[in-house]
């Protein structure tokens, strides 16, 4: 169990925190909040603390240039709307430079400045020493709430860890309770749902849930790619045709381990890759050769809805189908409202499923929504993340 920031004394401090302030941007204003909003617990405490608030984050890929479309001048103002007080932002081109130091060090207990992208320094992502050093030369204690960048070993969010006591905010904190409490000691029937494109980039978390779970659904775009292993007609269908046979062992593994791997039974089809194309409902063994699924169809939603009804924990990770179009989100959304509706454990793995959740109107309904695609697909696969292995132990 990796401390957090209530297990140490860390009253008066001077704190470097790392955040996931990589926001969706607009002509030059912030789409969506909700990352920032979700840092607000872990910066609220250490300002109640009495601590000095140093903030760092990236935005996009600068690839080590300071590319001024990736400022976090526009983060800055919107965490000093939502503190209610002035957060101080210095831009630099090399983050940490005797102004930011000098800042720094004059930051007293209750004051709060943000960095500039610390992406701009191409040392970030190759977890260079000595930008670690300077980031740690800021401050007394390092604190990590940036989950969605904890699969990364980047100076920010690890190598920092070597030159300062390094605990986790509550971000971090409730993520690793929700994912690892959901995989290790789940109430059972323990259901995981697996969407998304390709079978490919989730073969190590279907075979890590494997071993874990009483049910394993499959839907989105790698059920062509088990429809295919199963012999059938997949059309013009997104297909990943080096896992076909890597989808004929998953299902032959289920069948030997018993668990319930559920495939879609009918899918939404269209002849182009557009929202206004028309469409229809084919069986999966009936796809048509000149059609290409975008959607599971209204049996499967049905079936999918027997296999969860029961469930006590459920994970998902990927949509069922082309969700962004309008007629082909629809089993998307279903999945949602069933979860929703749920007595159980609600899990939601970030990215994609995280965006429909939130469109479908029920985020307010799950469980937990992980902030981190990558590094909650990483903590499913049953990998150590680096900004989480660096904290200290409790």
């Known amino acids: 169990m990796k401390k957090n920031i209530r297990d140490i004394d860390i009253a008066g401090k001077k704190v470097i925190v790392r955040c996931d302030f990589n926001v969706p941007m607009k002509d030059g204003a912030i789409t969506d909040d909700i990352r920032i909003r979700a840092a607000l617990p872990t910066i609220e405490y250490l300002l109640e603390e009495g601590c000095a608030l140093i903030l760092m984050s990236h935005m996009g890929r600068p ?20 503190l209610a ?57 390092f604190v990590n709430d940036a989950f969605g960048t904890a699969h990364r070993a980047h100076s920010s969010t690890a190598g920092i860890a070597d030159y300062l006591p390094a605990v986790s905010g509550f971000l971090i904190e409730k993520e690793i309770r929700f994912l690892g409490d959901a995989m290790e000691s789940p109430e059972r029937p323990f259901v995981a749902i697996m969407g998304g494109a390709k079978v490919g980039d989730k073969i190590p978390v279907i075979e890590n849930l494997m071993n874990k779970v009483d049910s394993l659904i499959i839907g989105g775009g790698m059920a062509y790619t088990f429809y295919k292993a199963m012999g059938y007609e997949t059309g013009t269908s997104i297909l990943d045709r080096d896992s076909v046979e890597i989808a004929a062992g998953i299902m032959k593994k289920a069948e030997e381990t018993g668990v319930n791997l559920v495939l879609p039974l009918d899918c939404v089809c269209t002849e182009e890759f557009s929202n206004d194309s028309p469409y229809e409902v084919y069986d999966r063994d009936k796809i048509p050769a000149d059609k290409m699924g975008m959607d599971i169809g209204p049996k499967t939603a049905e079936l999918f809805e027997s296999v969860l009804r029961d469930a006590k924990t459920v994970v998902w990770n990927g949509p069922m189908g082309v969700f962004e179009m309008e007629n082909f989100a629809k089993g998307t959304y279903t999945i949602a409202k069933i979860l929703a509706e749920l007595d159980a454990v609600t899990v939601i793995g970030g990215g994609d499923s995280a965006a429909a ?8 309904r799950m ?5 981190g695609g990558g590094a909650s697909l990483e903590y499913l696969e049953g990998k150590v993340l680096p900004g989480i292995a660096c904290l200290e132990e409790k």
């Open 85 to 141: 007080r002035k957060v101080r932002f210095i831009s630099s081109p090399t983050v940490v430079d005797d102004e930011v130091r000098k800042a720094a060090e004059d930051l007293k207990g209750g004051e709060v400045m943000l960095l500039e992208n610390v992406r701009f320094v191409k040392g970030e992502t190759d977890n260079d020493a000595g930008f670690a050093k300077a980031l740690a030369s800021l401050a007394e204690v």
């Open 357 to 364: 959740v939130e469109q479908a109107g029920f985020a307010d």
């Open 367 to 371: 469980t937990h929504i992980s902030t």
């Open 63 to 82: 690839k080590g240039e300071p590319k001024m479309e990736y400022t976090l001048k526009p983060v800055a103002d919107r965490l000093t709307e939502l």
